[in-house]
């Protein structure tokens, strides 16, 4: 589950030039609008929002914030799938179904061709219902991994060839959760979206 911050910065870094009022981010992320002034006058004085005008806040540290959404998020618990499937029936089942988001090594892979990879890390709205549908589920590691999402994930979902694939930032975030070769590729995507502006 997303703290309120992880919320706010979520709407930030996947909105980077909107213009956003201090109201609006305190409804649109559940937050009360104390909460959200304290967090504003903190990024200020960290130069990541910039007000011009009372009340308004404007983005103005995009990395700096997508860093420190990196540093401060966690993956939910996975859940590991044994799947008699290969990678071209899962894919064929994944095509053009709703309801998950590819992320981690398999959306980079979609969106940047960088790190060919054979596992799956989605995440997904119903759990269950979805891993009934591919597998069943394992103690073990697997390389059918299915996290939970929260529904702020699903929101900025894009389609790249007939896939759901979590947002950029999202995706730049969890492989830098993920450390290792994810940072590799983290870094990668980060200088094809020009992430690090």
């Known amino acids: 589950m997303e703290s309120s911050t992880e919320k706010i910065i979520r709407m930030l870094t996947e909105h980077p030039k909107q213009k956003w009022m201090q109201k609006d981010l305190a409804e649109k992320s559940s937050c009360s609008r104390p909460y959200v002034c304290k967090l504003m006058k903190k990024f ?11 009340n308004q806040v404007v983005l103005i540290g995009f990395s700096k914030l997508l860093n420190k959404w990196a540093n401060m998020r966690k993956m939910p618990e996975p859940v590991f799938v ?16 709703e309801g998950y988001a590819l992320t981690l090594f398999r959306a980079a892979w979609y969106r940047i061709k960088f790190m060919r990879t054979d596992s799956f ?12 549908k591919f597998g069943k589920k ?14 702020k994930i699903f929101e900025s ?39 690090m502006r």
Do not use: C, H
Request: proline share 3%; hydrophobic share 35%; no cysteine.
């Open 138 to 151: 394992v103690n073990e590691p697997t390389k059918f991994i299915v996290y939970k999402g929260d529904e």
């Open 82 to 97: 044994e799947t008699s499937l290969d990678e071209k029936e899962i894919e064929n089942l994944l095509k053009d179904k």
């Open 157 to 195: 979902t894009e389609k790249t060839d007939g896939f759901n694939i979590v947002s950029v930032v999202q995706n730049y975030v969890d492989l830098m959760i993920a450390g290792g070769s994810g940072v590799r590729v983290a870094y990668e995507m980060a200088e094809i979206y020009d992430l």
């Open 44 to 54: 200020r004085k960290e130069n990541i929002i910039a007000r011009p005008y009372k």
């Open 121 to 132: 890390e989605i995440y997904v709205q119903k759990p269950e219902e979805f891993i009934n």
